[in-house]
């Protein structure tokens, strides 16, 4: 990709549109660099649609979880529109808008940091498990997912058809048995949160 022209194709949609969008397959080629290079670009001045794969998850999300929905969405003018900033969180293979800065409803965001001592000790017992092709339960898949990235309940139950209730009550069990530590207050997941 040539990063100067695909910037003139950015700016010429912003100027028509006064947002910029990016299709699944310029982000899924969009390399660190390149992102970089778009976000100083346009940093400041301009917003970016979410890609439609998170539009489709923000209205399972309303459907599911509407506190959630109402705490990022409720009263914007521009819905599904998100600073540029945020441009890294959609690139590549797992990316997606990251819930961990809810005012109105705890939050459910974890990171390899929330691991405690006695999750690290069973994710290689758990790793064995999937690897042989053996069926995870929501608390295992979950463990081994935030192990690899950082992720949020609502992206979890959305990709593995857990339901929202199910999911909170696995977070509990895992709290409960030391595995991860749960900060619901987002004061508290600001120093875990590198966007």
């Not at 009263?75 to 600073?83: I, P, Q, V, W």
């Amino acid at each position: 990709m040539e990063i100067n022209s695909f910037i003139q194709k950015k700016e010429k949609q912003r100027s028509e549109k006064n947002f910029i969008s990016f299709t699944e397959s310029e982000l899924l080629s969009l390399s660190a660099e390149h992102t970089a290079h778009l976000i100083e670009y346009f940093h400041g001045y301009t917003l970016m649609q979410i890609p439609e794969a998170e539009r489709i998850f923000f209205e399972w999300l309303k459907q599911n979880d509407a506190g959630v929905w109402d705490d990022i969405w409720g009263g914007e003018e521009d819905l599904y529109m998100a600073s540029v900033d945020l441009l890294g969180s959609f690139t590549g293979e797992t990316g997606g808008f990251p819930i961990c800065d809810l005012l109105e409803v705890p939050n459910y965001w974890f990171s390899k940091e929330h691991i405690k001592p006695k999750g690290m000790e069973v994710l290689p017992e758990i790793l064995a498990h999937a690897e042989s092709g053996a069926p995870l339960n929501a608390e295992q898949q979950f463990l081994l997912q935030i192990s690899g990235q950082n992720t949020d309940i609502w992206h979890f139950c959305f990709m593995f058809d857990v339901t929202v209730a199910d999911m909170k009550k696995a977070i509990e069990e895992m709290v409960y048995k030391g595995w991860i530590v749960h900060l619901p207050d987002r004061e508290d997941l600001v120093k875990y949160i590198d966007l």
